[in-house]
């Protein structure tokens, strides 16, 4: 349902970008941020649902997390726009995994350009990384959630 939802979201996002002559070929980054973001997604989420399946209370803090990360992920704003924060918190919001992803988007979609080189690496690396970390755990873990259950 989700992937059918992004679809159309991605579709209406077309059409008014077309339908405001802003497009170009740039916007093949939007598909490569969507497959980075749903390796991250997958990898995290194996992780989670192990962890959830030995402590029920997981899923409480993850609802919390992600609630206080939608505002740690500069989506509705740039990181240019942070001003004087300090440069701990800066960093973590710059550098923070669906950050990334979003700046190569934003750069393909919104700023018609092609993300810098080190943008796509870190993309890369952080989806791959994530997959491969959770792939591995749920692996090690998964004939135990079935004695748990």
Partial sequence: SQTVQTLLET??????????VHISWTWIFLIF???????????????????????????????LLLSVGFFAVPIVYTPDLLGDVPRPIRLAIEWNPPAAI????RDG???????????L?????????????????????????????
């Fill in 109 to 119: 979609v919104y700023f018609l350009q092609v993300p810098s080189l080190l943008s």
């Fill in 102 to 105: 979003i700046a190569v988007a």
């Fill in 11 to 20: 579709a209406v996002l077309l059409i008014i970008m077309a339908a405001l």
């Fill in 33 to 63: 941020a969507i497959a980075a973001s749903l390796m991250l997604a997958v990898g995290i989420g194996m992780v989670v649902s192990v962890l959830n399946s030995r402590y029920r209370d997981v899923q409480y803090l993850v609802g």
């Fill in 121 to 149: 690496i870190v993309t890369t690396t952080y989806a791959l990384g994530f997959l491969a970390i959770g792939w591995t755990y749920f692996a090690s873990r998964s004939m135990a959630i079935s004695e748990e259950a």
